[in-house]
């Protein structure tokens, strides 16, 4: 009797097993799918980062440095008749370049914050952080442009801390949903197919500082694909207002969001 308990036994671990993996993967995969339809997932009152929108789409263009691909990209946008785009700016550019602001505000694009200077907030003391986008208001406020209620970290990386800091000034911590990759200059094609995989409600990262020099080029293509997708370009603050925006809770200093656009626990990271 006692190999037939044995073998039984070993049986019903097995189905156990088996039921436990599969209702493992079951979880998963609405835990996937909740995360791509869900509005919003994070405790109310928490803070958040904003990626993703419920309607139209927007192109953001982060600008830090140069001023030799900024006025091309800016040609073009009204060549193909763009009339709605997101432009996000480091004080210490917004200084150096009033010209090209000028321009930016002419043409009715939004202007949010990309910091004063390129640092990465997560290795910044609180002071610090709140110092930096200080400075930044006040480079916008000497170049005769309101105060930004949109902020975009430097380098992309968020935790806690930072996404407090920015409530507290009343600003939103936006990223971004679908990346061009337009800095690493992989081709125009390149560039195109990876905007090519936007929907409805993605924030779309570009940039227009001199290192994206592909990106003047993808553009006329990039409208065509949108234009067939039949996708409205609006602000970032036209997709999320009066709309639940979809946002990431960050619970604990321990995590930040890298500019890759992954929620990292550094706790588990090996130096």
Do not use: C
């Amino acid at each position: 009797m006692m190999p037939f308990f044995f073998v039984t036994n070993i049986r019903k671990g097995k189905q156990l097993l088996l039921l436990v993996i599969i209702a493992f993967f079951t979880a998963l995969f609405f835990y996937v799918e909740f995360m791509a339809v869900s509005p919003s997932f994070s405790i109310k009152g928490d803070p958040k980062i904003i990626y993703k929108g419920e309607k139209g789409l927007a192109l953001t263009f982060n600008i830090g440095w140069g001023d030799e691909k900024a006025e091309g990209i800016l040609k073009t946008l009204k060549q193909e008749k763009v009339s709605a785009a997101t432009f996000f700016l480091s004080g210490s550019w917004v200084e150096r370049h009033p010209h090209i602001v000028k321009q930016i505000a002419d043409q009715g694009y939004e202007i949010g914050l990309l910091g004063y200077s390129y640092k990465d907030y997560t290795e910044l003391e609180e002071g610090e952080i709140g110092a930096d986008i200080q400075k930044g208001q006040e480079a916008f406020r000497k170049a005769g442009l309101k105060r930004a209620t949109l902020l975009r970290t430097p380098t992309g990386d968020v935790d806690r801390r930072v996404l407090k800091i920015a409530e507290r000034q009343q600003m939103s911590v936006i990223h971004w949903s679908i990346n061009s990759m337009d800095w690493k200059n992989p081709g125009t094609s390149a560039i195109v197919e990876n905007v090519s995989h936007a929907k409805k409600g993605d924030i779309v990262l570009l940039h227009a500082s001199d290192a994206a020099k592909q990106t003047a080029k993808a553009i006329p293509q990039i409208k065509r694909v949108i234009d067939q997708k039949h996708l409205k370009l609006l602000t970032v603050s036209e997709m999320i207002s009066n709309s639940d925006s979809t946002s990431q809770e960050i619970t604990n200093k321990s995590f930040l969001f890298k500019g890759t656009g992954m929620l990292i626990d550094v706790t588990r990271l090996e130096y």
